[in-house]
């Protein structure tokens, strides 16, 4: 793995500038959206950025914010003692009184992206609840912020901020720049490789395809049956 090295907005917006041959066609505030957003889907595909919270727990309260700290939660600990991953769903079919039945928590189930629930809830409140998640993209918006990144990585954003650019142009230069996506989100895959397994990754990066070119078709036995689950 590459050492992460620190970059400025101010050297990224260069470095950009560097592949679009410092054309002025791209303003820097275009440049700067750019870069945003290659951060933005870098994080969403990777979880590359990582944080740890600890929150107090509160009596009988199942429900816990993450707001403004954490994208998503991956791991809790209550009191240094890992929870079990669920879900509410489960939780609901199970124990249909879970919310009223305060006890010690030994799950903990994700609510959309910034809400967590644990089961039972802490009965006396006061108690430690670490989570470890993705956090928040950075987004650079003063020439000196900075990002923390790999050098392969850093590669692939400016791969990703040059085919944006190549979105504003359009006709031959946005199909040439295909790769370029093609090569971000390869480059997403080996940081993540749950992205393998993914149907719009497979069909974004050409993988299912035989070796003619032509788009696999499944067979009528591969095919979920209508009603399946």
Do not use: C, H, M
């Given at each position: 793995m590459a050492a992460r090295q620190q970059y400025t907005l101010a050297q990224m917006q260069a470095k950009v500038?560097?592949?679009?041959?410092?054309?002025?066609?791209?303003?820097?505030?275009?440049?700067?959206?750019?870069?945003?957003?290659?951060?933005?889907?870098?994080?969403?595909?990777?979880?590359?950025?990582?944080?740890?919270?600890?929150?107090?727990?509160?009596?009988?309260?199942?429900?816990?914010?993450?707001?403004?700290f954490i994208s998503f939660g991956m791991r809790v600990e209550f009191n240094s003692v890992p929870l079990s991953q669920s879900s509410v769903t489960n939780w609901d079919k199970g124990y249909p009184e879970w919310e009223g039945n305060p006890g010690t928590p030994q799950e903990w189930a994700p609510i959309g992206l910034s809400l967590i629930a644990i089961r039972p809830a802490d009965a006396v409140g006061n108690n430690s609840l670490v989570l470890d998640g993705v956090a928040n993209a950075p987004i650079l918006v003063n020439a000196n912020d900075k990002i923390d990144i790999g050098s392969e990585e850093f590669t692939a954003l400016l791969g990703y901020c040059q085919y944006l650019a190549a979105f504003k142009e359009g006709g031959q230069e946005f199909e040439s720049a295909a790769t370029l996506y093609q090569a971000f989100i390869k480059a997403a895959a080996v940081k993540n490789e749950k992205l393998l397994a993914s149907a719009i990754f497979r069909r974004a990066m050409g993988l299912?395809?035989?070796?003619?070119?032509q788009r696999v078709r499944r067979t009528k036995s591969q095919l979920q049956p209508v009603g399946g689950r």
């Open positions: 500038y560097d592949r679009l041959q410092q054309s002025p066609f791209w303003t820097t505030a275009e440049v700067t959206k750019f870069i945003n957003e290659a951060l933005r889907t870098w994080s969403v595909l990777t979880g590359y950025w990582r944080k740890r919270i600890t929150l107090t727990t509160l009596p009988t309260l199942p429900y816990y914010s993450l707001a403004s299912d395809t035989d070796l003619g070119g």
